[in-house]
């Protein structure tokens, strides 16, 4: 899916956020992994150097040329990356949802952790299936990629949502303009029932405000990837 705003700010720095806690590399503690996820330290640590051993296998993929259009501007960000991996191995989701795939950076990462766990399936939400060529086709038979139409797109991911409403880990990586963002997750809230923790790639102002506006018990915690913000992001039922 397309992921424009991504693309713009790369080389304009990143944009200045208010009223949400922002976390830079040197806060990403286990201490703060394991208050977000709320597990213990050593749960943490053990993932984390799991998370280390995994990545260094998959960095020489990573930096290869590519075939396909998605370059590594494209890729999630390592904070992001390391910490949906963990929230994984701890969380030990049954479901997990993507939206955006690109050239499989999140998904082979989030389908690493799941085979390591030896449970659970990730869904993958696309505009095309020319995507994922970095994904390892051995963690395939978890993986189930569906293909947005070209029309329809919101009912239609509406409908994707809701046939995997057992979802309790969401992570958005796709189009990235704020007009989308915000009925993405306008979406995930309403269809997926069980969720816990929803993970937005390259945040904003404006998604932020939209945030505490329509979900104002949220919980908000941003990671300062240093080019872009990534969210963690909690909404609070009753």
Known sequence: MRKMRF?????????????????????????????????????????????????????????????QFFDSIFDLGSGMSEFVYTAIKVKKPDKVVETGVAAGVSTNTMLNALHSNANGKLVSVDITNQVGELIDEALKNRWALEILPEVGREKSLANYLRKNADASI????????????????????????????ILFDDVDQELIDFIFLHFAESQVIVLNENRKFSGIIRILRH
């Open 7 to 67: 693309a713009q700010q790369v080389n304009s720095g990143v944009p200045h956020l208010s009223g949400v806690s922002i976390y830079s590399e040197q806060d990403w503690t286990d201490e703060l992994f394991a208050q977000i996820l709320n597990a213990s330290e050593e749960e943490i640590t053990s993932a984390r150097a799991e998370y280390t051993r995994y990545r260094i296998t998959f960095e020489e993929k990573i930096l290869s040329p590519r075939e």
């Open 170 to 197: 969401f992570l958005h990586d796709s189009d990235h303009s704020s007009s989308w963002q915000k009925k993405e997750l306008a979406l995930v809230v309403r269809e997926l029932t069980s969720i816990e923790l």
